[in-house]
């Protein structure tokens, strides 16, 4: 059981509700579509057929389906190309991010310590108050 047309549109609706206000998403959307005609004109404009030919194998295609086929291609090849070497960096933020959570532990630690000695430092001081007051009533 698919999901008709409304239910897709407020499914992608959704989605970017979730990131833009409703202005940007009217803007997004009318981006796309527009988009979308440029693309539908160059399709047909460019459905001539044409021969494609690589070492032994050929193939007769639209020309539109080449070009739009090639296009896709150098985008996903240049996002792949570009996760890649993002790879160092995003290693980077997490050996970072395990670093500073270590820090974080070892000054709520300290910060701990430090108040424990206070608290030992007060008593102490309380003690020798009522030590000297207890001495001091005696004479």
């Known amino acids: 059981m698919g999901l008709t047309k409304p239910e897709v549109i407020q499914c992608l609706l959704g989605m ?6 409703d202005s940007e998403v009217m803007l997004v959307l009318f981006l796309v579509v527009i988009l ?8 047909v ?7 494609i ?8 295609l639209n020309q539109a389906l080449v070009v739009l086929g090639s296009l896709s291609i150098g ?14 960096v995003r290693g ?13 532990r070892k000054v709520e630690n300290l910060e701990k310590a430090l108040e424990e000695e206070r608290s030992r430092k ?8 009522d030590t000297g007051r207890d001495q001091s009533s005696r004479w």
């Open 16 to 21: 970017f509700r979730r990131r833009r206000g």
């Open 122 to 129: 007060r008593e102490y001081e309380s003690a020798q108050r």
């Open 92 to 104: 980077q933020v997490k050996e970072l991010s395990r670093t500073l959570d270590a820090e974080r």
């Open 53 to 60: 030919r690589f070492l032994i194998w050929s193939l007769s």
């Open 75 to 88: 985008l996903v090849l240049g996002a792949v190309w570009s996760w890649l070497k993002g790879a160092g």
């Open 36 to 43: 979308l005609l440029f693309v539908v004109v160059f399709a």
């Open 45 to 51: 404009q460019n459905a001539q057929m044409v021969d």
